[in-house]
Structures are given as structure tokens and as C-alpha cells.
């Protein structure tokens, strides 16, 4: 296979007793690998102009790391008829809901209930919980960025894998949906972070006290996401 030196590209081959993602990056220095947790893959990450035959011997040799990474992974929980779902860090199990009047979905008495048959569940739980994360995301951001004297002129959610939120040069937030099963503080801190980046485009001294200032909770909340990053990344 031919890679190019200016962009990262990426290839799937069979190796080290399963499929492996190659990812060639100009920015990268070393050989690497990485478990998407999301996906439950394995990344290989090739400097440019190194020989994936050397990538794929450095992954073999690693064959029980691999093993052990993927099955620390959390069992993938689908969006489906009695799976316990947080909410606001709340669990909630998805119950379908009989009654043809019933909106789509609707959050009560701690179940997500869904109309329809089952092959509709896990779209309307999804699209049901990203609208929420979008309308309560947005709410808090313009809340926060008020108490500071700024102003958020866009909020948009995403199913990003690698980040739970950015900030913009011209002001614009996005946010990880999957947000929406973390508790409230831990969102809080996350918005938080954002909103601080709408002062301090960096991650200096000035920048954490504006964080402090709005989310006190912050050294705990760093601490929890990273603790149940993978579990947040296994519901859907």
C-alpha cells in the first residue's frame, strides 16, 4: 500500500490475531497503538516513511497488551428494550410503550419510554437524547457565559470520540452528546471548560480560574470523565 507524506491516511489489514487499523500521520514520531474504545478497534499509528511490516511486528509483539486493553473494554449497551440508560447520570431502563398516543419518547418515573416496534428504538432513544443534550448544553453555555460577560453564538453537538467538547476562535461551542449520561456536575465542569476558552483561548493559570470560578468541581469531575470514558462511549 502507498502512503502520502502530507495527510494522514488509513488502512485496515489483518494482523496481530485480528483486524488492525493503520494510520500513517506526518505529526506522528513513534510507533503506536491505540484502542478506540468507541469502536472497539485497534490503531496503529506509523510515522511517515516507516515500513508497516515494522508497524505490524511492533504490534504482534504487543499481541497481550491488545488482549487485555479490549477486554477491559465495558460490554457495548444498545439502545434496546430493557437496557438501563443513564440520564443525567441516572439510570434509566428503555421500556416500550404501548400506547399508540404516546409521544416517540418521553422521559418519566426513570424510564425512557419509546413508541413503535423495536427496530425503531434505538433511533428515537438516540435522537431523543441528542436533542436533550443540545437544548441542555446550550442553556448552561449561555448561562455560564453570561456570569462572565461573554456571549456563545453557537451551540452544536457531536459524536466526537477523542474530545468532550471545543471552543472556537469566533465563539462557537460543541459538545460530545454522549455527555448527556455523565451526572450534572460532571456536565457543568465540561460546559465550563468551553465557556473559560471564550476569555482565555489557552490552558494557562488565568484560563483554570475562570474554570474554577464557574464549575468548582473541577480537579473531581477531570478525575470521574477519565475514570468512565469508555463506559459513556459504550451506550447506542
Keep these: 500500500m502507498a502512503f502520502g507524506d502530507s495527510r494522514e491516511q488509513v488502512a485496515t489489514v489483518n494482523g496481530a490475531g485480528g483486524q488492525i487499523a493503520i494510520r500513517v500521520s506526518t505529526r506522528a514520531r513513534r510507533i503506536a497503538l491505540r484502542v478506540d474504545a468507541a469502536e472497539r478497534k485497534v490503531e496503529l499509528v506509523l510515522p511517515s516513511g516507516v515500513p508497516t511490516s515494522d508497524g505490524l511486528r511492533f504490534a504482534a509483539a504487543k499481541q497481550g497488551w491488545i488482549a487485555a486493553r479490549l477486554a477491559a473494554l465495558p460490554s457495548p449497551a444498545p439502545f434496546r428494550e430493557g437496557v438501563i440508560v443513564p440520564v443525567f447520570g441516572a439510570p434509566h431502563p428503555v421500556r416500550r410503550e404501548n400506547d399508540a ?22 433511533r428515537r432513544v438516540r435522537d431523543h437524547l441528542v436533542g436533550m443534550a443540545r437544548r441542555e448544553f446550550t ?52 460546559v465550563a471548560h468551553e465557556v ?18 464557574l464549575s468548582p468541581n473541577t480537579a473531581a469531575a477531570r478525575a470521574w470523565l477519565k475514570t468512565h470514558r469508555n463506559r459513556l462511549l459504550s451506550y447506542g
Design 101 to 122: 398516543a404516546a409521544p416517540a419518547v418521553t422521559i418519566r418515573d426513570g424510564e425512557i419510554r419509546v413508541r413503535g416496534e423495536p427496530e425503531h428504538v434505538a
Design 196 to 213: 473559560a476558552h471564550l476569555v482565555e483561548m489557552n490552558h494557562g493559570v488565568r484560563f483554570w480560574r475562570v474554570v474554577e470560578s
Design 139 to 190: 442553556r448552561r453555555a449561555r448561562s455560564l457565559a453570561a456570569r462572565i460577560g461573554r456571549k456563545v453564538a453557537r451551540v452544536a453537538v457531536r459524536d466526537t470520540k477523542s474530545r468532550w467538547g471545543s471552543c472556537s476562535g469566533r465563539g462557537n461551542l460543541a459538545f460530545s452528546w454522549r455527555l448527556i449520561f455523565a451526572p450534572e456536575w460532571v456536565i457543568d465542569y465540561v
